[in-house]
C-alpha cells in the first residue's frame, strides 16, 4: 500500500506522526527510533516564556489509560528558535514537524509565531486551543469557546503563510462544529482530539494521583472518542484532519483514516514502546497488502456510515 500524501503543500510519506506532548522536540526520542522514518511529529507545546510545569506526579496511569498534568513545561519560544529548532533542521529530511503553540491570549499565539516564523526545521503550527491543564487561564480553553476560538486563528492567519492546524478538545458539546469553526477562522486543517479533563483519587487517602489533582486522559479509552471526532469532523469541514487518542495498533489507525482522518497522531503508546509508532507504519503496509490496498488514500472516509451533513 502506497503510504505518501501530499498535504498542506507538501509529501507526508506515511500517515503517522508523533503527538504533541509526547516526544519532547523530537531529539529527546531520536535515540528510540528514526525520527526520519515517520510522517512526522509535534512539537511539545511552546509558551512566550519559559514553564517549570506542575507539582510531581505529573503523569498516572489507570486501567484503561493514562492521566498526564505536566502543566506545559516548556523552555520558552527564544530557546525553542535557539536551540531545538536547529537540531530538528539539521536531523530531519523527510519526517514533517508542526511546532504546537500555546498561550493564554490570542497575541501570546501571535508572539509565538512571529518569533519563529522565519527559522528553518518545521513545517507548520499545530495551535494548542485544548490544553485541559492550563489552570491560569482559567475558564475554558480556547477551543470550547466559539466567539474566543476564531480570533486566536484569525490573528495568527494574518501574520503567517506557513501550515495552521487547530488542535481540538474532546468534551466540545459537537466536535463537528468546532472544526468548521477553526477551519472558518483560517485553520489549514484540525487535529482531534486532546486529551480528555480527568481525576484518578487514591480511595485510602482520599488524595489525587497527580500533583495538579485533575490531569488530562490519554490511551486506549480514548479511541473510539478520537474516531467519532474524525468522523463528526469529516462531514462538516473540508480541511485535512489529524485523528489523536489511543493508537496503539495499525488497525486502530484504519479506523482513523476510515472516519475520515488523514494523518494519524500517536502518544501514550510511545510511552510504553518508544517504537510503536513506527510498527503502526510497518502494520499498515502489511493491512494493505493482506486486503488489496493499492493506496492509502483509499481508506481515508471509507466507513460504511452516512457521509452527508445532517
Ligand atoms: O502540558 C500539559 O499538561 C498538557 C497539554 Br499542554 C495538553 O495540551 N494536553 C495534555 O494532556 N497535557
Redesign the pocket.
Known amino acids: 500500500m502506497r503510504l505518501a500524501q501530499n498535504l498542506y503543500g507538501t509529501e507526508f510519506q506515511n500517515p503517522v506522526m508523533l503527538a ?2 509526547t516526544c519532547g522536540f523530537g531529539e529527546e526520542f531520536s535515540e528510540s527510533l528514526d525520527l526520519d522514518r515517520l510522517g512526522g511529529l509535534v512539537t ?2 511552546v509558551t512566550v516564556a519559559p514553564r517549570p ?2 507539582p510531581a506526579p ?1 503523569v498516572t496511569d489507570f486501567p484503561s489509560g493514562m492521566l ?6 516548556n523552555p520558552g519560544v527564544e530557546a525553542v528558535r535557539a536551540t531545538k529548532l536547529p537540531w530538528l533542521a539539521a536531523n530531519l529530511k523527510r519526517a514533517q514537524v508542526f511546532v ?1 503553540v ?1 498561550g493564554h491570549t490570542a497575541e501570546e499565539y501571535v508572539k509565538i509565531v512571529q518569533d519563529l516564523d522565519d527559522a528553518d526545521g518545521f513545517l507548520g503550527y499545530e495551535l ?1 486551543l ?5 489552570q491560569q487561564r482559567g475558564g475554558l480553553p480556547f477551543a470550547l469557546d466559539l466567539e474566543a476560538m476564531p480570533k486566536v486563528i484569525e490573528a495568527c492567519r494574518a501574520i503567517t503563510q506557513r501550515p495552521l492546524v487547530a ?1 481540538l478538545a474532546p468534551n466540545a458539546p459537537d466536535i463537528g462544529v468546532s472544526a468548521a469553526c477553526a477551519a472558518n477562522a483560517g485553520a489549514d486543517g484540525v487535529t482531534l482530539v ?2 480528555l479533563p480527568a481525576l484518578v483519587i487514591d480511595p485510602v487517602s482520599g488524595e489525587a494521583a497527580l500533583g495538579a489533582g485533575p ?2 486522559m ?1 490511551g486506549p479509552a480514548l479511541l473510539p472518542v478520537g474516531v467519532h471526532a474524525a468522523y463528526r469532523a469529516r462531514r462538516s469541514t473540508q480541511v485535512p484532519i489529524g485523528g489523536v487518542g489511543g493508537v496503539v495498533s495499525a488497525e486502530d489507525a484504519i479506523q482513523y483514516l476510515r472516519a475520515g482522518a488523514s494523518l494519524v497522531q500517536m502518544g501514550t503508546a510511545s510511552f510504553a514502546d518508544p517504537r510503536a509508532s513506527l510498527r503502526v507504519v510497518d502494520g499498515l503496509t502489511r493491512f494493505g497488502r493482506r486486503h488489496g490496498i493499492a493506496d492509502v488514500s483509499e481508506l481515508i472516509a471509507s466507513a460504511k456510515l452516512p457521509w452527508a451533513t445532517q
Do not use: E, F, V, W
Open positions: 504533541a506532548g511539545k507545546s510545569g506542575n505529573r498526564n498534568s505536566i502543566g506545559l513545561a504546537s500555546a494548542n485544548s490544553c485541559p491543564n492550563d488542535k486532546n486529551t490531569g488530562g490519554s
